[in-house]
């Protein structure tokens, strides 16, 4: 489900945080901008020591494995529509509240962090990225150390606390940042409404699968909450809440930020399946083979039940088995024979163009109505 | 571990909300203080519907699940010394800011909530005060309905996201209390302060518990941040922080705070002992059927190391294990006659002492005092 929005450089070096920072006016997608991010991310961090050692080396320990996951994190993505809903709204870059908005933007990636690593316990995934997954990770120190108990369940029990620590930190973060008291009594609700549906969203997926909902609106419902509002359209209002913008605009913004976050996914949904394993990363149609319950999946089904009952109960007894390559194939062209290739890509096509529309005719400015179009068509276009 | 902190009445009635509610001066411990913090959560919750009921059903009954795990809490302990914090400090429960602050304390129950939802997962509780927990609850649904996949991780996978809902509208609640941005600034690092403090007590406990770290200093720690800091410190340190109180009564209200909270946790430790089934509400003799690692059983195993291997085989064979009445008459009596139990209640007589001195002589209004030193005795001379 995580993928990055735009295919910008790897986790960013490490540079010396210096307030002047935030006045490099660093420009979303760029090493510099995720460099920014990064230096707010490591100066947080650093607050909380204090706070942290006292506990102890077991939850020092705790801590800084937090710490490494959040920092070799990966686009900025969040932080990114952000900053950019706020220059867009008006917000100057080389004003004193930069540094401060920057550092509100940073925040999400620490929302962020808690959602991974709780999906991570919730979807039983053993690795991201290439690395161990957080509750994986103290599974195994369990093992090797010998401990008692049951190594899984104490890998899941240290994750659960620590992806809690991320979200008490997220809004430590946001306190700490040190925005003027009404720029941050404009952004609390927002955020409050984001986490919020972030979570609900998250929720809906468990669910859905539970249920085995199959219909197209279930999977656009999850799509709209777990990934367009928490991912683009959120950001961009939070951003504009910083900046005291204007109803038009966040409007715009949100319309913007719900299409072009769908049609990101329904992209995302058609490289998990058609996607080239080389520019990926992953194993071809990984999707198929995991069972992940789609638009494009839906789509097929509505019309395999309509139309071609065989081709409706290969689906449902293919879908999320192990699958050989030939197996993927032929699948392929079932989806693509049904016509969901071609539905999807349509839907695709609208959201991005309303969601360009819904910006171009905005009050945002030049330059972050350039920028927008750029992410836009980045998440939406991308083959990877 | 989650035992009310004074002999107060049951779950309160719920009681119309108006504004006047804080005025009515409500005394920490009275039905009439568990009524108005009823009427803050209530209010809260009422105001996260238009937040959840776009996301639909599903999302609606999550919802509904905290909501009335909430509202069936228990004697807002947190919140009435976060209460008596403000009021010792000078805060007036006439003034216009009384229903924000008693809004922002009652959000200490929110942060509650995710500790106990999370922790009942971490600890396989099946149930809490009488009713299935989060976990369960959730369990049993997929099991009734026939859902697909396995019932036991759904159920901790919906606990774990409706744990973070409650710790992320914990914020909320903060945020929209309506606290002046200055007193909200004084509140927000101690905010941040317990929640870190509380997770990272929840993590050494479960740490120790793995590694078998039977030391009195590791349960002492443990008692510190997983109890005392979060129960009483922090909560009277909130209160004190939004009263804009000096250095000095901070002071003693953490040392109040610390030591009470201690001396509470060391009375529960007894309680699980040798306390009353009749009186306790659980069976006789439960922590040591549980094996939980108090400081009264570390103060025992020091003492048979140092002089009766046998007694010190006999703890570490049979404690934990499915103990019958008998078993449980003998580890009492070799508990006491270690001389486990003075000690255990020497430590309380001495914190209590120090932590009811450091209150005397602290510029806490004359009521808050009093109110202390009452919360302080029914904590750690009660019997259930």
Partial sequence: MEVPLSAGPGTPTRTPATPADARRTPIPGTPEFTAAVQDRLVEFFATRRPIVEPLGPVFVDAADALERFVLRGGKRTRPAFAWTGWLGAGGDPDSAEAGAVLAACSALE??????????????????????????????????????????????????????????????????????????????????????TEVLGGQLLDINGEAVGDESVEAALRINRYKTAAYTVERPLHLGAAIAAADRDLIAAYRTFGTDIGVAFQLRDDLLGVFGDPEVTGKPSGDDLREGKRTVLLAEALRRADATDPSAAHLLRTSIGTDLGADDVTRLRAVLTELGAVDEVERRIADLTDRGLAAIDSSSATPAAKEQLRGMALAATRRTA
Avoid at 119 to 124: L, P, T, V
Avoid at 141 to 165: C, K, N, P, Q
Avoid at 173 to 187: D, E, I, N, T
């Fill in 110 to 195: 620490l929302v962020q962090a808690c959602a991974l690593i709780h999906d991570d316990i919730i979807d039983s995934s053993r690795t991201r990225r290439g690395f161990a997954t957080v509750h994986v990770d103290f599974e195994q120190r369990h093992g090797e150390r010998g401990w008692s108990g049951d190594a899984a369940h104490f890998g899941a029990s240290v994750a659960i606390l620590i992806g809690d620590l991320a979200l008490a930190w997220a809004d430590d973060l946001v306190h700490a940042a040190g925005l003027p008291p009404a720029a941050l009594a404009r952004f609390a609700p927002v955020w409050a409404q984001m986490r």
